[in-house]
């Protein structure tokens, strides 16, 4: 799994780094909660590991913020604070899980990987659906206010792949390899042609725009 940890004590979040890595996942680092906030708005990862508290901006702020904008990854509070109402606000604020230090690696380990299997399971889903845009997994229809789309097949697994992620920013790298199965980038237009193709059809005659642009970064599936 991808883990983001977001946690100022560097000794503290090099260990976890190195034990996570050792078992099999991979794991980023981020030193305050503003630098954490946005690396887990802008790209895709299974759970965010966060210390509750953080310079430049507390861990609740972190996940809250990440809630407002429709992002669900699973989240592990890290927190010295362990009073039954520490660790109802940190649920209360969007958290899934919280432990409390210090604490064992090998239970962290177990929390974060049922954290990863509940975030996993979305995979099961048949149906995405972003404001009056509906994408059938199974049948492989399109539909926009009960219209019916036509979409070539890369067409359809990128828009699978926008509306799987609705809410967060999806960068060019997640699409090539997620989309395009490229780990490399082949530095063509590749992708600027298909997204060009793919709002034509989502968004041409239709009310308002889904499909967004977000400079430097990449795009975002929203409805306004």
Do not use: C
């Amino acid at each position: 799994m991808r883990i983001l940890i977001i946690e100022d004590d560097n000794e503290a979040a090099a260990y976890l780094a190195k034990a996570l890595r050792e078992a099999g996942h991979v794991p980023d680092r981020a030193g305050d909660g503003e630098t954490g906030f946005h690396m887990a708005d802008s790209q895709s990862y299974d759970v965010l590991i966060v210390d509750r508290m953080l310079p430049r901006r507390d861990g609740l702020s972190v996940i809250t913020g990440l809630r407002q904008k429709g992002n669900e990854t699973p989240v592990l509070i890290l927190s010295a604070l362990g009073q039954v109402d520490d660790r109802v606000t940190g649920l209360r604020a969007g958290g899934d899980d919280y432990l409390t230090k210090p604490f064992s690696f090998s239970e962290l380990l177990a929390r974060v990987e049922v954290l990863g299997r509940r975030r996993g399971s979305k995979d099961h889903e048949t149906q995405y659906r972003v404001g009056d845009l509906e994408l059938d997994r199974l049948s492989h229809e399109v539909r926009r206010d009960g219209r019916s789309i036509i979409l070539q097949p890369r067409e359809f697994r990128l828009l699978e792949y926008l509306m799987k992620h609705a809410g967060q920013v999806v960068t060019r790298t997640m699409l090539l390899e997620n989309v395009w199965d490229y780990h490399f980038d082949p530095q063509t237009n590749v992708i600027d042609v298909h997204i060009s193709r793919l709002r034509s059809k989502i968004e041409r005659d239709f009310a308002s725009p889904l499909l967004h642009t977000v400079r430097g970064s990449g795009y975002i599936m929203r409805a306004e």
